[in-house]
Nanobody
């Protein structure tokens, strides 16, 4: 059974940094697009950044450009989100998503359970 697990969330002061990780497990033959989303209290979930398999195309939403950096490790099938200069409005539950090819399901989207990020003094 394929699972994604995020880690690295927590409480941080404004201006601080956090690094989120998303690890996949299970039998996975290949990975394609990976992305990070977040859902703030009372708001809809939205995509922050997505990256293709090659890593050549990385699209950030304007609100995190210049502050957040996505990276991926294709060998480990992991994706990371380095978050710098955090602001209170970055407070949200952060989710990773991966498009994976498994023996049971060819190319399907998988989601992690989310990790809470709270930016507060």
């Amino acid at each position: 059974q394929v699972q994604l697990v995020e880690s690295g969330g927590g409480l941080v002061q404004p201006g601080g940094s956090l690094r989120l990780s998303c690890a996949s497990s299970g039998t996975i033959w290949s990975a394609d697009d990976m992305a990070w989303y977040r859902q703030a209290p009372g708001k809809q979930q939205r995509e922050l950044v997505a990256v293709s398999f090659s890593g050549g195309n990385i699209d950030y939403v304007d609100s995190v450009k210049g502050r957040f950096t996505l990276s991926r490790d294709n060998a480990k099938k992991m994706v990371y989100l380095q978050m710098n200069s955090l602001k209170p409005e970055d407070t949200a539950v952060y989710f990773c998503k991966m498009r994976l090819y498994t023996p049971r399901v060819p190319w399907s989207d998988y989601w992690g359970q989310g990790t809470q990020v709270t930016v507060s003094s």
